[in-house]
């Protein structure tokens, strides 16, 4: 079968798909690569990776392509369902004989309730996917095929056992290689990033238990698999020679620093490499791992900070103090390593006055650049679940009708409206400060590219905000 690997076109620049943590449209163009689907595509010769959303591609385009397969792998995730749902829906009308699939969290959390949303859906993989869909490419039966969900000519809707956790990483693919057959470097861009960029993971799953954090509870696994040095450091190496006008290469691991000997001795065989790169890490991450990464060219850090509360930090079993996040910061800015810090308003636990703890340890941290995102109970998280019990739970769409974020909690001391109007005061007190503004200048000044990009950016986000409050306003909430 000719197979298609396909991050659906949905909302306009919605960045939900197969690399995104935060299924949502973002406030600056901001695309990941679709690195899950990359793995099964470099195991079919006649296969092809399409990421819609990156390439703009809109719902005919995306099927004029796809009619030339046997077979589509709708990467879905809970926000954009509905919207693949009725894609595969147009797709099987202009070609009955297409197979369709869906893949992602939300299927594996929710296996039966997906395929039953539609008759269009022909199976459902749960968890990883990598060995299932070209097994059913060459011809296995459904029957036999572990982790699928699938119905029987009766209707009858059988669940097949999951196959075991994938130990052996080194034996799958290159990710970079399926880039370079089917994907552009220029359609991806992070804001904080070198641009253009190329992202892999070294390994799966997160050790930690962050109670809101969609992939180790739904998918991934709440334990880190990795990759060897050696195999992670050919692949990096394939990758600057495939794109020399690269300018970092990026380790999307939930967090590449868990395993710090390992984080040390990557570093080692990258630095004959001479690139920049960067990587998620946790803040716990000892001053002599920072500085080997460092000295081995690491340039930037995805920390999640979440909260300035303890109180909430504990509550989500972060694993980490506000103390320990001062600490880190502090060792990023003697190691000259920028920081890019994710922050969440609406975790349990949430008051007016966490929020403003919050916004003044971000402040006073004084890292780079941050992320504000609205806490989402994803189906099949601890955090959905704490909502449900306490009735905290207010709607169940986690995006609005354009893809923007909504705040479907709300608790006893902070209405779901004052959480959702913090992350723009969130974005406010710390962007606005002059120290910030003053970093901002003087890199716009010393790099051309960074002040145009800079500039179109401040314009997106401005546009977004706006655009987010007016809707925020006309659904009343």
Not at 367 to 389: C, M, N, R, W
Not at 396 to 412: A, D, M, R
């Given at each position: 079968?000719k197979v298609?690997?396909?991050?659906p076109?949905?909302?306009?620049?919605?960045?939900?798909?197969?690399?995104?943590r935060?299924?949502a449209?973002r406030?600056?163009?901001s695309f990941?690569?679709?690195?899950?689907?990359a793995?099964?595509a470099?195991?079919l010769?006649?296969s092809l990776?399409?990421d819609?959303?990156?390439?703009?591609?809109g719902v005919k385009q995306?099927l004029?392509?796809a009619?030339?397969?046997?077979l589509?792998?709708?990467?879905?995730?809970?926000?954009?369902?509905?919207?693949?749902?009725?894609?595969?829906?147009?797709?099987?009308?202009?070609?009955p004989?297409?197979k369709?699939?869906f893949?992602?969290?939300?299927p594996?959390?929710?296996?039966?309730e997906?395929?039953?949303?539609?008759?269009v859906i022909?199976?459902?993989?749960?968890?990883?996917?990598?060995?299932?869909?070209?097994?059913?490419?060459?011809?296995r039966?459904?029957?036999?095929?572990?982790?699928v969900?699938?119905?029987?000519?009766?209707g009858?809707?059988v669940?097949n056992p999951l196959a075991p956790?994938?130990?052996?990483l080194d034996?799958?693919p290159?990710?970079?290689?399926v880039?370079?057959?089917d994907l552009?470097?220029e359609?991806y861009?992070?804001?904080?990033?070198?641009?253009?960029?190329?992202?892999?993971y070294t390994?799966r799953?997160?050790?930690s238990q962050?109670t809101?954090c969609?992939w180790?509870?739904?998918f991934?696994g709440?334990?880190y698999?990795v990759?060897?040095?050696?195999?992670?450091a050919?692949e990096?190496?394939?990758i600057?020679k495939?794109?020399?006008?690269m300018?970092q290469?990026?380790?999307?691991?939930?967090t590449?620093?868990?395993?710090?000997?390992?984080?040390r001795?990557i570093s080692?065989k990258?630095?004959?490499?001479?690139k920049e790169?960067?990587?998620?890490?946790?803040?716990?991450?000892?001053?002599?791992?920072?500085?080997?990464m460092r000295?081995?060219?690491?340039r930037?850090?995805?920390?999640g900070f979440?909260?300035g509360?303890?109180?909430i930090?504990k509550n989500?079993?972060?694993?980490?103090?506000?103390?320990q996040a001062?600490?880190?910061?502090?060792?990023?800015?003697k190691?000259g390593?920028?920081?890019?810090?994710?922050f969440?308003v609406g975790l349990?636990?949430?008051?007016?006055?966490t929020?403003e703890?919050?916004?003044?340890?971000?402040?006073?941290?004084?890292i780079?650049t941050i992320q504000?995102?609205?806490?989402?109970p994803?189906?099949?998280?601890?955090f959905y679940e704490?909502?449900?019990k306490?009735?905290y739970?207010?709607?169940?769409?986690l995006?609005?009708?354009?893809g923007y974020q909504?705040?479907?909690?709300s608790?006893?001391?902070v209405?779901?409206?004052?959480?959702?109007?913090a992350?723009?005061?969130?974005?406010?007190?710390?962007?606005?400060r002059g120290?910030?503004?003053k970093?901002?200048v003087?890199?716009m000044?010393?790099?051309?590219?960074?002040?145009?990009r800079k500039?179109?950016?401040?314009?997106e986000f401005?546009?977004?905000?706006?655009?987010?409050?007016?809707g925020?306003?006309?659904?009343?909430?």
């Amino acid at each position: 079968m000719k197979v298609l690997f396909l991050n659906p076109p949905s909302f306009k620049d919605f960045d939900g798909g197969a690399g995104s943590r935060y299924q949502a449209q973002r406030e600056v163009r901001s695309f990941w690569y679709p690195t899950w689907l990359a793995y099964p595509a470099g195991m079919l010769q006649d296969s092809l990776l399409l990421d819609a959303p990156a390439a703009n591609l809109g719902v005919k385009q995306t099927l004029d392509i796809a009619r030339n397969f046997d077979l589509t792998v709708f990467y879905t995730s809970t926000p954009s369902l509905k919207n693949d749902i009725a894609t595969a829906e147009r797709l099987k009308r202009e070609k009955p004989t297409m197979k369709v699939t869906f893949v992602g969290p939300h299927p594996t959390v929710l296996p039966r309730e997906t395929l039953q949303a539609s008759g269009v859906i022909d199976f459902v993989v749960r968890k990883e996917f990598d060995y299932a869909i070209p097994d059913y490419a060459n011809g296995r039966p459904l029957s036999e095929i572990p982790s699928v969900t699938w119905r029987r000519e009766d209707g009858e809707v059988v669940t097949n056992p999951l196959a075991p956790e994938l130990k052996d990483l080194d034996s799958l693919p290159f990710a970079a290689d399926v880039y370079k057959r089917d994907l552009k470097l220029e359609h991806y861009e992070i804001p904080w990033m070198l641009n253009p960029y190329v992202s892999v993971y070294t390994g799966r799953g997160c050790g930690s238990q962050c109670t809101f954090c969609l992939w180790p509870q739904t998918f991934s696994g709440n334990r880190y698999r990795v990759r060897t040095p050696e195999n992670v450091a050919e692949e990096v190496g394939k990758i600057i020679k495939y794109w020399p006008k690269m300018r970092q290469y990026f380790f999307d691991d939930d967090t590449f620093t868990e395993q710090q000997p390992r984080a040390r001795e990557i570093s080692r065989k990258l630095a004959r490499f001479g690139k920049e790169w960067g990587c998620n890490t946790k803040v716990v991450v000892s001053y002599e791992t920072l500085k080997e990464m460092r000295d081995a060219g690491c340039r930037v850090l995805v920390a999640g900070f979440e909260s300035g509360s303890n109180q909430i930090l504990k509550n989500i079993q972060k694993g980490a103090t506000v103390q320990q996040a001062y600490e880190f910061a502090r060792n990023c800015r003697k190691l000259g390593i920028l920081v890019h810090g994710t922050f969440i308003v609406g975790l349990p636990g949430e008051t007016r006055e966490t929020l403003e703890e919050s916004m003044r340890f971000a402040c006073e941290l004084d890292i780079d650049t941050i992320q504000v995102s609205l806490a989402s109970p994803y189906p099949g998280t601890k955090f959905y679940e704490h909502v449900i019990k306490n009735g905290y739970m207010t709607a169940e769409s986690l995006v609005s009708e354009h893809g923007y974020q909504t705040c479907n909690v709300s608790y006893p001391d902070v209405t779901s409206r004052e959480i959702f109007d913090a992350m723009d005061l969130f974005y406010r007190r710390f962007y606005f400060r002059g120290r910030c503004i003053k970093r901002i200048v003087g890199r716009m000044l010393k790099d051309p590219d960074e002040r145009n990009r800079k500039l179109r950016e401040g314009v997106e986000f401005v546009k977004f905000m706006l655009r987010r409050r007016a809707g925020a306003s006309a659904a009343n909430c």
